[in-house]
Nanobody, 124 residues
Framework: VQLQASGGGLVQAGGSLRLSCAASGFTLDYYNIGWFRQAPGKERERVSCISSSGGSTYYADSVKGRFTFSRDNAKNTVYLQMNNLKPEDTAVYYC??????????????????WGKGTQVTVSS
Protein backbone atom coordinates (compact mmCIF):
# COMPACT_ATOMS: atom_id res chain seq x y z
CA VAL A 1 0.00 0.00 0.00
CA GLN A 2 1.55 3.23 -1.09
CA LEU A 3 0.64 6.80 -1.91
CA GLN A 4 3.09 8.75 -3.99
CA ALA A 5 2.75 12.51 -4.19
CA SER A 6 4.60 14.37 -6.91
CA GLY A 7 4.56 17.57 -8.89
CA GLY A 8 5.98 19.98 -6.38
CA GLY A 9 8.64 22.47 -7.25
CA LEU A 10 9.72 26.08 -7.25
CA VAL A 11 7.45 28.61 -8.88
CA GLN A 12 7.05 32.35 -8.85
CA ALA A 13 4.07 33.99 -7.25
CA GLY A 14 1.13 33.89 -9.61
CA GLY A 15 2.31 30.69 -11.19
CA SER A 16 0.76 27.25 -11.24
CA LEU A 17 1.60 23.72 -10.29
CA ARG A 18 -0.28 20.47 -10.49
CA LEU A 19 0.27 17.93 -7.77
CA SER A 20 -0.46 14.28 -8.33
CA CYS A 21 -1.07 11.53 -5.83
CA ALA A 22 -0.91 8.01 -7.20
CA ALA A 23 -1.98 4.97 -5.25
CA SER A 24 -0.53 1.51 -5.52
CA GLY A 25 -1.54 -1.65 -3.76
CA PHE A 26 -5.15 -0.56 -3.35
CA THR A 27 -7.84 1.25 -5.28
CA LEU A 28 -8.84 4.81 -4.50
CA ASP A 29 -12.46 4.21 -5.48
CA TYR A 30 -13.68 3.76 -1.92
CA TYR A 31 -11.71 6.49 -0.25
CA ASN A 32 -12.07 10.15 0.45
CA ILE A 33 -8.78 11.77 -0.39
CA GLY A 34 -7.28 14.79 1.21
CA TRP A 35 -4.42 17.15 0.55
CA PHE A 36 -2.69 18.60 3.56
CA ARG A 37 0.26 20.91 3.88
CA GLN A 38 2.72 21.87 6.54
CA ALA A 39 5.01 24.85 6.48
CA PRO A 40 8.05 25.12 8.75
CA GLY A 41 7.03 26.08 12.24
CA LYS A 42 3.33 25.77 11.47
CA GLU A 43 0.71 23.17 12.15
CA ARG A 44 -0.49 20.83 9.46
CA GLU A 45 -3.34 22.38 7.49
CA ARG A 46 -6.07 20.59 5.61
CA VAL A 47 -6.08 22.11 2.14
CA SER A 48 -8.68 20.15 0.24
CA CYS A 49 -10.70 16.97 0.28
CA ILE A 50 -12.64 15.05 -2.33
CA SER A 51 -15.25 12.40 -1.72
CA SER A 52 -14.94 8.85 -2.99
CA SER A 53 -17.46 9.59 -5.74
CA GLY A 54 -15.82 12.86 -6.67
CA GLY A 55 -19.13 14.59 -6.24
CA SER A 56 -18.21 16.52 -3.14
CA THR A 57 -15.18 18.68 -2.47
CA TYR A 58 -13.90 20.81 0.34
CA TYR A 59 -11.40 23.66 0.12
CA ALA A 60 -9.81 25.67 2.85
CA ASP A 61 -10.71 29.33 2.65
CA SER A 62 -7.08 30.16 1.97
CA VAL A 63 -7.10 28.25 -1.33
CA LYS A 64 -10.71 28.51 -2.43
CA GLY A 65 -10.99 29.75 -5.98
CA ARG A 66 -7.33 29.00 -6.71
CA PHE A 67 -7.00 25.25 -6.17
CA THR A 68 -9.00 22.52 -7.87
CA PHE A 69 -9.08 18.92 -6.73
CA SER A 70 -9.93 16.19 -9.22
CA ARG A 71 -9.69 12.44 -9.31
CA ASP A 72 -9.21 9.89 -12.05
CA ASN A 73 -10.21 6.56 -10.61
CA ALA A 74 -9.24 4.79 -13.81
CA LYS A 75 -5.66 5.90 -13.25
CA ASN A 76 -5.93 5.50 -9.50
CA THR A 77 -4.63 9.03 -9.21
CA VAL A 78 -5.82 12.35 -7.92
CA TYR A 79 -4.69 15.83 -8.83
CA LEU A 80 -4.52 19.18 -7.14
CA GLN A 81 -4.31 22.00 -9.65
CA MET A 82 -2.89 25.04 -7.92
CA ASN A 83 -3.20 28.37 -9.69
CA ASN A 84 -2.27 31.90 -8.70
CA LEU A 85 0.16 30.57 -6.15
CA LYS A 86 1.23 32.80 -3.30
CA PRO A 87 4.32 32.73 -1.11
CA GLU A 88 2.13 31.64 1.79
CA ASP A 89 1.34 28.44 -0.14
CA THR A 90 4.93 27.34 0.42
CA ALA A 91 4.86 24.06 2.33
CA VAL A 92 5.30 20.35 2.07
CA TYR A 93 2.11 18.90 0.61
CA TYR A 94 0.83 15.48 1.57
CA CYS A 95 -1.98 13.33 0.27
CA UNK A 96 -3.89 10.95 2.49
CA UNK A 97 -6.91 8.69 2.20
CA UNK A 98 -9.86 7.80 4.37
CA UNK A 99 -12.07 4.78 3.69
CA UNK A 100 -15.57 6.20 3.65
CA UNK A 101 -18.52 7.19 1.49
CA UNK A 102 -20.49 10.38 1.43
CA UNK A 103 -19.44 13.96 1.57
CA UNK A 104 -15.88 15.18 1.43
CA UNK A 105 -14.66 14.94 5.00
CA UNK A 106 -10.99 14.40 5.74
CA UNK A 107 -10.23 14.89 9.39
CA UNK A 108 -6.50 14.27 9.79
CA UNK A 109 -7.01 11.77 12.58
CA UNK A 110 -9.28 9.64 10.40
CA UNK A 111 -6.95 9.35 7.43
CA UNK A 112 -5.71 5.81 7.06
CA UNK A 113 -2.77 6.11 4.70
CA TRP A 114 -0.44 9.01 4.12
CA GLY A 115 1.96 9.61 1.30
CA LYS A 116 5.36 11.17 1.53
CA GLY A 117 5.22 14.85 0.90
CA THR A 118 6.20 16.96 -2.05
CA GLN A 119 7.74 20.38 -1.55
CA VAL A 120 6.06 23.43 -3.02
CA THR A 121 8.00 26.67 -2.87
CA VAL A 122 6.54 29.91 -4.13
CA SER A 123 8.89 32.83 -4.49
CA SER A 124 7.73 36.42 -4.28
Amino acid sequence: VQLQASGGGLVQAGGSLRLSCAASGFTLDYYNIGWFRQAPGKERERVSCISSSGGSTYYADSVKGRFTFSRDNAKNTVYLQMNNLKPEDTAVYYCAVRPTFGVATCPPGAMRYWGKGTQVTVSS
